[in-house]
């Protein structure tokens, strides 16, 4: 081999280990990296791009020069940056997804797990959001699907209220935030734009964002569910009958019977409510209703946050709590919600063991 040779390959070694930021994976995997040639210590790299204005491409270009610039023997570098052909494009989607199909339905390795509640204002969306950061925070590769589509709230607690998803041929990217990848509908409409759809359309919009969003390979997959019985909930237990499904609820004994429907709704379907969590314990809304909730549908309490004023904070903020002071009563319970589903053992029914 020559020695130019062996440096082109060093140039390759080096970009594997360079990742595209949307989909995460390696360029040299995602066949942006064609000609390599290493000529006088000059490295001479042709990359594509997936799209034409590519968001990550800064990021991506700053990448490879670096990657480059450390391979021992190369001084200068000469990018040549290009757009992958529709061709290209469409053939790398399939190689990504696959046959269209629903990912995380029976049979998948990723822990798919529904949060729901049977009234709004229980702060199921915020529980959700901070659980899925704890859980990214833990190592786990976590993915999380706003489904509250008539009041979606997640992209602003965990500030990315004005990212926009990346569209690859019709293979959607999700945003990033606190290394949790993140969809909802309040990336596609405007915020202050109502949304009033019925049944078949809020089916269609949830079977997309299971089936054309590329999440990749989760560990985790959470569905922050609208608050009640409705459309969508029992969409999600068609398309999910596999989900472990958590009930949030105030400590109101009051609230019990309504937040034990919804767990009785997902049973319907055939998803496993795995516990509760009460949330806004102590202070004035009482006591009791946790327990409550958990008799009924006999499964545990999960967890019991208490009230507090940096998790409320945090969250018009767009900084999650869990992030911050472990000391804080709030942070404290949510931390130890995120330790009893990531230690949970995933039941294998369903899956094929081979």
Not at 101 to 119: D, E, N, Q
Not at 305 to 312: E, H, N, R, Y
């Amino acid at each position: 081999m020559t020695g130019a040779a062996a440096s082109a390959d060093l140039v390759r070694a080096a970009l594997s280990r360079v990742q595209d930021p949307e989909i995460r994976r390696p360029i040299t995997e995602l066949d942006m990296v064609r000609d390599i040639t290493v000529t006088d210590a000059v490295a001479r790299v042709e990359l594509k791009l997936t799209i034409v204005g590519c968001p990550a491409a800064d990021r991506i270009e700053r990448d490879v020069r670096e990657a480059v610039l450390a391979v021992p023997g190369v001084d200068a570098i000469d990018l040549d940056l290009g757009v992958m052909t529709p061709a290209e494009r469409e053939a790398l989607v399939t190689r990504l997804r696959g046959v269209r199909s629903m990912p995380f339905g029976p049979g998948t390795l990723t822990r798919v797990i529904a949060i729901t509640s049977g009234k709004g204002g229980v702060g199921k969306s915020t529980v959700t959001a901070e659980l899925a950061v704890a859980l990214a925070a833990r190592g786990l590769t976590v993915g999380l699907v706003d489904a509250d589509v008539f009041g979606f709230s997640i992209p602003g607690i965990l500030g990315v209220a004005d990212a926009k998803p990346t569209q690859v041929g019709d293979m959607i990217l999700p945003p990033v935030a606190h290394g949790v990848k993140v969809i909802s509908i309040g990336m596609f409409v405007d915020d202050r734009t109502p949304v009033s759809w019925r049944g078949p359309l809020l089916h269609r919009t949830m079977q997309q964002f299971l089936t054309d969003v590329y999440f990749g390979d989760l560990d985790v997959l959470l569905l922050d569910l609208p608050p009640g019985t409705g459309d969508i909930a029992i969409t999600l237990g068609q398309l999910l009958p596999n989900a472990e499904v958590i009930v949030v609820t105030t400590p109101q004994a009051a609230a019990a019977g309504v937040a034990e429907r919804s767990g009785l709704v997902a049973r319907q379907t055939g998803q496993t409510v795995i516990g509760v969590v009460e949330n806004m314990t102590g202070g004035v809304f009482g006591s009791g209703g946790g327990d409550e909730v958990a008799r009924r549908l006999e499964v545990p309490v999960l967890a019991r946050i208490p009230l507090s004023g940096a998790v409320t904070a945090a969250g018009d903020a767009g900084a999650p709590a869990v992030l911050g002071d472990p000391a804080d009563a709030a942070v404290a319970a949510l931390s130890g919600l995120a330790d009893a589903i990531a230690a949970r053992p995933r039941g294998l029914a369903g899956r094929s063991l081979l």
